[in-house]
C-alpha cells in the first residue's frame, strides 16, 4: 500500500522558508546599521582630521617674548609690512578672547562666527586640553589683533585660515 504525500511535509517547507526570509531580513538591517555607524565614525574622524591640519600651521610658530632692549627705527610700521597679515577665522561662536593665554585671564573681547582677526605671530610653547562640549581639543593659544584693534590671546582650536565652523562646540 502507498501513502500518499500529506500537507505536513509542505507545511514544514513553509515554516522553514518564512524563517529563512525573516532571518535574512534581520541580517541586512544589522548590516545597515553597522556600516551606517561606519561612516558616521569616518565623518567624524575626516572633520577631526581637517581640525588638525588647518592648526598644524599654527604649531610650527613659538611664543617669542619682545626684546625691550631693542628699539625699532621706523614707529609706525610700513604699508607693504601691513599687507602681508596674516588673517584667521574665529570658528567658535561667542568665543573670548583673553588679556594673555589660558582660561583664567581677563576677557578683552567676545568674538563672533567669521570675524576676521589678524594673527601676531606669538602662539604658546605649550598645549591646553579643553573640553568643547562635544569634543575635547589640545591646542596652543595664540595671539591676535582684532579688526577693532584690540589685542589678545585666544585658543588655537578657535580660529582657523578657512572660514569654517568648529563642529561639536556647545556655546552658553
Do not use: H
Request: aromatic fraction near 10%; charged fraction near 25%.
Amino acid at each position: 500500500m502507498s501513502k500518499k504525500p500529506g500537507m505536513l511535509p509542505k507545511l514544514e517547507f513553509m515554516v522553514i522558508g518564512i524563517l529563512f526570509f525573516a532571518f535574512l531580513i534581520w541580517a541586512m538591517s544589522k548590516c545597515n546599521a553597522t556600516q551606517r555607524e561606519y561612516q558616521k565614525k569616518a565623518e567624524a574622524d575626516a572633520r577631526e582630521q581637517a581640525i588638525a591640519d588647518s592648526l598644524d600651521r599654527l604649531q610650527d610658530y613659538t611664543y617669542t617674548p619682545l626684546d625691550t632692549a631693542i628699539k625699532p627705527k621706523i614707529a609706525a610700521p610700513l604699508a607693504e609690512e601691513k599687507e602681508r597679515a596674516t588673517i584667521l577665522y574665529v570658528t567658535v561662536d561667542g568665543m573670548n578672547m583673553r588679556s594673555s593665554p589660558g582660561l583664567k585671564s581677563r576677557i578683552v573681547e567676545r568674538l563672533q562666527l567669521y570675524n576676521e582677526v589678524e594673527f601676531l605671530g606669538e602662539v604658546t610653547d605649550s598645549t591646553q586640553e579643553i573640553n568643547l562640549g562635544q569634543i575635547t581639543t589640545n591646542e596652543p593659544w595664540v595671539k591676535v589683533k582684532t579688526r577693532k584693534g584690540n589685542i589678545g590671546w585666544v585658543y588655537g582650536a578657535g580660529v582657523s585660515y578657512y572660514k569654517k565652523k568648529l563642529e561639536g562646540v556647545e556655546t552658553d
